[in-house]
């Protein structure tokens, strides 16, 4: 049977690295193969290489919970979640790859008085902006959400929901390899296996190149989208950034029949889950509270998440988890992302996802893409520079939601 698995063609291919390219971005995860595709579709600039130091899709990329929503409470924030999700909706014809995006409603769970008036105020503000998000009595979660624990004795009694019904999940993989495909098709080099060891920079400080452990290659800009290694390579352009790494964690129980309808997400016990479509429950966790860069975490996170997801679906209490697993991620002090200039002339930084970027992949690629074609912000990402952090123009969405993923 396997026989029919051979001779299929390589879906992009794998070039040996030019001297030098227009445009250099550093990470092939989602954001960095979306800023190579819309360089490429949107502003006409193909000769551009993505430098991967591992695997195509193998950081946060290929290791996240895939929840999408764009629910956020700022202005700001909900223009750029937002963005992505209306690419969300047409991504998978875009690319000609189904990317498996399921808008089968995300529903955040209300446990005390404090969840109830932060959700109902997000509410509204969305509906300002035009964004879908309601309020759930209890009976509405349960009709919604069946196997679901409305018991009073719960240690956190669930006392009502905010439901974004456009809200949902995507194939994560799948993500990297379509935009990977369809940059690749369009001319972008993709370079695996080759990890960026400097940024290399001209008398007057602007950036010429990068050094890599397969040699230097010259480029007019450079984009860093490395996620939880950021720091490490904006450092090697002795540029400081305001960022912390940490570990988060996730698990999948073994594959089940349809169970779980929807996405649901619980700030308070600090837990959320979705069904794949494979079966499995797949679990996400708070982060660890130390920095790191190991991708593993500390055991009693995740006994702490299954005890929460027990108690909310005690139906999954014998099931059993296949596998666990970490990624770094890169937290800003306000919790929003940094996408824009830096003092650096040339060089671009698209990081500070956190907990929460897979959902904002394809709008993150879109706007990335227009700064560094243009040299100045798209205005979708004009508020989420650098330098909010020594002016005060926060975008606070960690005082607004205490978690954001
Ligand atoms: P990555 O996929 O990590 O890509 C960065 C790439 O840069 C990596 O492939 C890395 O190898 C490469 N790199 C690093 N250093 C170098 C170097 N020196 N040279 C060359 N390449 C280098 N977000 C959501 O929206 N919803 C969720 O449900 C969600 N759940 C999550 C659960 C977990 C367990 C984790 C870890 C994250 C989760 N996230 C979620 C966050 C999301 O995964 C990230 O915000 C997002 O994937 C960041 O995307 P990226 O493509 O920029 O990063």
Redesign the pocket.
Same mark, same amino acid.
């Given at each position: 049977a396997m026989r029919a698995h051979k001779g299929w063609e390589q879906q992009w291919t794998s070039p040996e690295p030019k001297s030098e390219y227009d445009v250099i971005i550093?990470?092939?995860?989602?954001?960095?193969?979306a800023t190579a595709y819309y360089l490429a579709k949107e502003h006409g600039i193909t000769n551009v290489a993505v430098?991967?130091?591992?695997w195509?899709?193998?950081?946060?990329?290929?290791? *996240?919970?895939?929840? $999408?929503r764009s629910n956020y409470l700022y202005d700001e924030s909900a223009g750029i979640y937002e963005h992505a999700v209306k690419l969300w909706e047409g991504l998978s014809q875009d690319l000609n790859y189904n990317v498996m995006y399921s808008a089968r409603g995300v529903m955040m769970l209300a446990h005390n008085i404090h969840d109830v008036q932060v959700f109902k105020r997000h509410i509204h503000a969305n509906r300002l902006n035009g964004i879908d998000n309601e309020w759930l009595t209890p009976e509405q979660v349960k009709e919604f959400c069946p196997p679901i624990n409305l018991s009073a004795d719960a240690r956190y009694p669930i006392i009502g929901a905010a439901l974004q019904r456009r809200g949902g999940t995507a194939r994560h993989d799948a993500v990297?390899w379509g935009y990977a495909r369809a940059a690749a098709d369009r001319g972008v080099h993709i370079i695996q296996n080759?990890? =960026?060891?400097g940024v290399r920079r001209a008398a007057n400080g602007a950036v010429v190149g990068v050094d %890599?452990n397969r040699g230097p290659i010259n480029a007019k800009k450079v984009g860093v =989208?490395?996620?939880?290694?950021t720091s !490490? $390579?904006m450092n090697m352009a002795d540029v400081r950034m305001p960022l912390e790494s940490y570990p988060?964690?996730?698990l999948v129980s073994e594959p089940v029949k349809p169970l779980i309808p929807c996405v649901i997400m619980s700030n308070t016990v600090h837990a959320?889950i979705s069904q794949s479509d494979k079966g499995e429950m797949v679990i996400?966790a708070g982060t660890d509270q130390y920095t790191s860069y190991s991708q593993t975490g500390g055991l009693h996170i995740i006994n702490h998440t299954l005890d929460a997801i027990c108690e909310m679906f005690p139906v999954l209490t014998r099931l059993k988890m296949l596998r666990s697993?970490?990624? $770094? !991620?890169d937290v800003t002090p306000d919790r929003s992302p940094i996408l824009a200039k830096t003092p650096v002339p040339g060089l671009y930084v *698209?990081?500070g996802?956190? %907990?929460?970027?897979?959902?904002?992949?394809p709008g993150s690629g879109n706007v990335f893409a227009h700064t560094i074609a243009r040299d100045e912000p798209h205005r979708i990402n004009a508020p989420f520079t650098i330098e909010r952090f020594t002016s005060g123009r926060l975008i606070d969405e960690a005082a607004a939601a205490a978690v954001a993923?």
């Open positions: 550093v990470g092939a995860g989602g954001h960095g193969l430098l991967e130091k591992g195509l899709g193998g950081g946060n990329t290929g290791r *996240n919970t895939t929840i $999408i990297a080759c990890e =960026v060891t %890599t =989208v490395a996620a939880g290694h !490490v $390579i988060l964690q996730a959320y996400g697993w970490g990624g $770094i !991620v *698209n990081c996802w956190g %907990t929460g970027g897979f959902k904002a992949t993923h």
